[in-house]
Nanobody, 123 residues
Framework: QVQLVESGGGLVQAGGSLRLSCAASGRTFSRYAMGWFRQAPGKEREFVAGINWTGDSIYYADSVKGRLTITRDNAKNTVYLKMNSLQPEDTAVYYC????????????????WGQGTQVTVSS
């Protein structure tokens, strides 16, 4: 089993920045693709960014390209999401997720999930 714990969320003004962290424990962190998803009130959970286990394949949702950067540090068993130029539409609960091996964007393909961290962007 893999346990994931997100942190770094909070309240920020439009145009501000945050860095989310996801700490993994349990199974070996290497070989797991990691994804960030978000869910706003009244909306379905959506893919935000993902990174494969070697870090050489990265996907971003069109809505966040150029503003968000996903990285991972396998030595620290941690994946990060640096968020710049945040806008009110970015307000959501952000979830870290993991799946073994290949990176995909569908939430149904991720077996392990964190508890989520709230990001609120004020206008």
């Amino acid at each position: 089993q893999v346990q994931l714990v997100e942190s770094g969320g909070g309240l920020v003004q439009a145009g501000g920045s945050l860095r989310l962290s996801c700490a993994a424990s349990g199974r070996t962190f290497s070989r797991y693709a990691m994804g960030w998803f978000r869910q706003a009130p009244g909306k379905e959970r959506e893919f935000v960014a993902g990174i494969n286990w070697t870090g050489d394949s990265i996907y971003y949702a069109d809505s966040v390209k150029g503003r968000l950067t996903i990285t991972r540090d396998n030595a620290k068993n941690t994946v990060y999401l640096k968020m710049n130029s945040l806008q009110p539409e970015d307000t959501a609960v952000y979830y870290c997720a993991a799946r073994y091996n290949c990176l995909v964007t569908g939430s149904q393909n991720y077996a392990y999930w964190g508890q989520g961290t709230q990001v609120t962007v004020s206008s």
